[in-house]
């Protein structure tokens, strides 16, 4: 099975602090994604990736950034946490065309 | 822009019952469409993936259907259990690779 992993389910963090959300896949994919879901929002993608070191802005990308140093590892950068950054943040991955995996999201709470 | 849209948005249905989710999209140009399922606090998924090849899918009690031509999309669940509550998202991947999706339909079956 596919496995997509996030390091935190729940992460409480202070304003103006940095925040790195790590998300890991398993099995060698070369797209991932960054969502964030918010009620009455939907998902919406703030960046993604289709290579080691290629990145490429979503809908919503100000205030984050992001990393693929490696395959497998795409993290998401929170360079100064404020408090409308408050989400459920959702890692995907997915082969060119075809399915695509979700880790089990971090509850993210700028406080 | 693609945009994908769900109906409803809301369902209540006695155990037991056969019922349907629909989707719609703008933009017929699509490689495939995704199925997933949401438990509160979790997740995404995976259902079912069509290629806009095909017509449909089937996993045990589920059946997507696809119609790229008038951007429609139906998910039919037969014979409903309470264990198959939750919010379901379809999403939409064109030339970009990256998923778009509706806003969800939060299902409840009651006993």
């Known amino acids: 099975d596919v496995k997509v992993t996030q390091s935190s389910r729940y992460l409480v963090k202070r304003t103006g602090e940095k925040v790195f959300l790590e998300c890991v896949q398993d099995m060698d994919h070369e797209n991932m994604f960054w969502y964030r879901q918010d009620p009455g929002l939907g998902l919406r993608l703030i960046y993604f990736s289709y290579d080691v070191k290629m990145k490429e802005k979503g809908d919503i990308p100000e205030g984050y950034s992001v990393s693929r140093e490696k395959k497998e590892r795409f993290s998401l950068i929170l360079e100064s946490a404020s408090t409308n950054q408050t989400s459920m943040y959702l890692c995907?991955?997915?082969?060119?065309?075809?399915?695509?995996?979700f880790g089990q999201g971090t509850r993210l709470t700028v406080v | 822009k693609q945009e994908v849209t769900q109906i409803p948005a809301a369902l209540s249905v006695p155990e037991g019952e056969n019922l349907v989710l629909n989707c719609s999209f703008t933009?017929?140009?699509?490689?495939?469409l995704q199925w997933f399922r949401q438990d509160p606090g979790k997740g995404l998924t995976s259902l079912l993936l069509?290629?806009?090849?095909?017509r449909e899918q089937t996993s045990g009690r589920l059946n997507a259907s696809l119609d790229k031509s008038s951007g429609r999309s139906t998910l039919y669940i037969a014979a409903s259990q309470p264990g198959d509550s939750a919010t379901y998202l379809c999403?939409?991947?064109?030339?970009?690779?990256?998923?778009?999706f509706g806003r969800g339909t939060s299902l409840i079956v009651h006993p």
């Open positions: 069509i290629q806009s090849s095909q």
């Open positions: 995907a991955s997915s082969p060119a065309l075809q399915e695509a995996f």
């Open positions: 999403a939409v991947s064109g030339g970009s690779y990256i998923p778009t």
């Open positions: 933009d017929s140009a699509i490689y495939n």
